[in-house]
C-alpha cells in the first residue's frame, strides 16, 4: 500500500501542451513522490453511463508513506502560482487516500495509458462490509477485462494539509488502466462490464454520487522513484 494524493481541477477549459509540459517538469522535482501521474479527458464508450463533462485535470501523486507527504507539502505549495493559465478559474479540490493495487493477468506500466477514474462519493451503511465487497468481489470482476494493465483501489483516510484548495472526502476511488481509449472502449463493451453491472447491484447498501471519467494519462518520473 501506498499514500496517493489527488488534485482535481472542474470547470476549467482544455489544458495547453505548453501548460502539461510545465506541470511535468514540477511534478519531477517533488522531492520523496514514488510516481506522479497527470490525468486529462479522453474520449471512449460505455454501454452503461455518460457521467457527462471529465474534470479538466487530475494530478496524483504517491508516497510510501504519510511521512514522505508531510515532509513535501511546503513544495507542493508551489504547485498553487502554477495551475495553468488553460485552465481558466477552475474548481480545484484535494484528498489524500490510501491506495492498494490488484493483480491483473498482463501487468504493465506506461509511459502513457488510459484510465478509468471512478469516484463513490457518498456514504455507506456499514463502511467495513462495502470495503471489503469491493475488493474482494468487484476488483475480481476487473481482473478479467480484457486488456486491463493496472487496478488500483483508494480508500480515505483522515489527514491534515497546507494547501489552500478545498479538502473532500470520497469513500472510494479505483482506477482501471489499459494502453489507449481503443483498448478501454473495447473492455467496456466486453461482456465482463455486463459482470460488473450485475456485481454492483450486489453491493452493501450506500448513496451519493457515483462517477466514472476517461483520461489520458502521463507518467511523469519523479525525483523519489
Not at 501506498?2 to 511534478?27: E, K, N, P, Y
Not at 463533462?53 to 504519510?66: I, K, S
Amino acid at each position: 500500500m501506498t499514500i496517493a494524493w489527488f488534485a482535481t481541477f472542474r470547470h476549467g477549459g482544455a489544458v495547453s501542451a505548453q501548460d502539461l509540459a510545465r506541470l511535468a517538469s514540477l511534478l519531477r522535482r517533488v522531492q520523496s513522490a514514488t510516481r506522479a501521474l497527470i490525468h486529462t479527458p479522453a474520449q471512449t464508450h460505455d454501454p452503461y453511463l455518460d457521467d457527462g463533462r471529465p474534470p479538466a485535470l487530475v494530478l496524483q501523486l504517491y508516497f510510501r508513506d504519510a511521512a514522505g507527504l508531510d515532509a513535501v507539502q511546503e513544495h507542493l505549495q508551489a504547485l498553487v502560482p502554477e495551475v495553468p493559465a488553460s485552465l481558466g478559474g477552475a474548481l480545484v479540490t484535494q484528498q489524500i487516500m490510501l491506495a492498494r493495487a490488484f493483480s491483473v493477468p498482463e501487468p504493465r506500466v506506461m509511459a502513457q495509458s488510459c484510465s478509468y477514474l471512478v469516484s463513490y462519493e457518498g456514504e455507506a451503511e456499514d463502511l467495513d462490509a462495502w470495503v471489503a465487497h469491493y475488493t474482494e468481489h468487484h476488483t475480481a470482476v476487473m481482473a478479467r477485462f480484457p486488456g486491463i494493465r493496472e487496478i488500483e483501489v483508494c480508500t480515505r483516510v483522515d489527514w491534515r494539509g497546507t494547501l489552500p484548495w478545498p479538502h473532500v472526502n470520497r469513500m472510494l476511488r479505483n482506477k482501471v488502466v489499459f494502453d489507449d481509449p481503443a483498448g478501454l472502449t473495447a473492455a467496456l463493451n466486453s461482456p465482463v462490464r455486463h459482470e460488473m453491472r450485475a456485481d454492483f447491484a450486489l453491493f452493501p447498501k450506500f448513496a451519493g454520487p457515483v462517477t466514472h471519467f476517461p483520461m489520458h494519462t502521463v507518467n511523469v518520473a519523479s525525483s523519489g522513484g
